[in-house]
């Protein structure tokens, strides 16, 4: 009984890090791509869309690395 809730529990902090790292990647994108289109379009940065984008990603960062060390 506790090899398979070991298990279970190893197979759901394996998914819920790669779905981190997955939402960090894709917001890093998503500001980046934002970032181009705001610039080419309108001559500005988008400065508060940018920093609460990359602070999205921060996040799911950090959310992966304590899921890899285990808090």
């Given at each position: 009984m506790k090899a398979a809730t070991t298990l279970i529990k190893a197979i759901s902090n394996a998914v819920l890090k790669r779905y981190h790292r997955q939402m960090a990647i894709w917001y890093?994108?998503?500001a980046?791509?934002?970032a181009?289109?705001?610039i080419?379009?309108?001559h500005r940065v988008p400065t508060e869309t940018l920093r609460?984008?990359?602070g999205k990603a921060?996040?799911?960062s950090q959310a992966a690395s304590a899921i890899r060390v285990g808090e």
């Open positions: 890093r994108k998503a980046a791509a934002h181009d289109i705001v080419h379009a309108q609460m984008l990359r921060q996040m799911h």
